[in-house]
């Protein structure tokens, strides 16, 4: 990893009042969001952070309102940017994105992980079809 990189990850990690992040075999830092949101960061060089939350599967037959919500995200005027909402290849919707390293600090990155995760939840409602918005 990186110098400011691991600069970053260090005031992550005091943000979060924990002693370290550990990376796992793929070199993601995994962090539980609230009660059920994961987050995954890659930090691969000191330009960009890949962050992505895994949501859940794909409904097999998801209905207009379902596909509008989840193409919406999307969208340029998204509340959701810099995160965009995918596919992967098991079907899976994920949110993920690619913020800067340059001028993050531990506490913006913690509250970014939070809306994300937050956000996830959400993602997750909507697709089980539980959203009472």
């Known amino acids: 990893m990186l110098e400011q990189t ?3 990850y260090a005031a992550l ?3 979060l009042e924990v002693d370290s992040l550990p990376a796992d075999d793929d070199g993601a830092v995994a962090l539980t969001i609230g009660e059920e949101s994961q987050v995954l960061i890659y930090g691969t060089d000191d330009v960009t952070l ?3 939350a895994p949501v859940a599967p794909l409904p097999p037959r998801p209905d207009h309102g379902t ?3 989840l193409l919406r995200q999307n969208f340029y005027d998204s509340d959701l940017a810099p995160f965009c909402a995918a596919a992967d290849a098991a079907g899976h919707v994920v949110l993920w994105g690619r913020v800067p390293v340059a001028g993050m600090t531990g506490e913006l ?4 992980l939070d809306r994300l995760g937050t956000e996830a939840g ?3 409602a909507e697709l089980a079809g ?3 918005d």
Do not use: K, T
Request: hydrophobic fraction near 65%; aromatic fraction near 4%; charge should be neutral.
């Open 67 to 69: 596909m509008l919500w």
């Open 13 to 15: 990690a005091q943000a």
């Open 109 to 112: 990155l913690a509250s970014l």
């Open 50 to 52: 890949l962050i992505v």
């Open 130 to 132: 539980e959203d009472d």
């Open 6 to 8: 691991r600069a970053l």
């Open 122 to 124: 959400r993602a997750r």
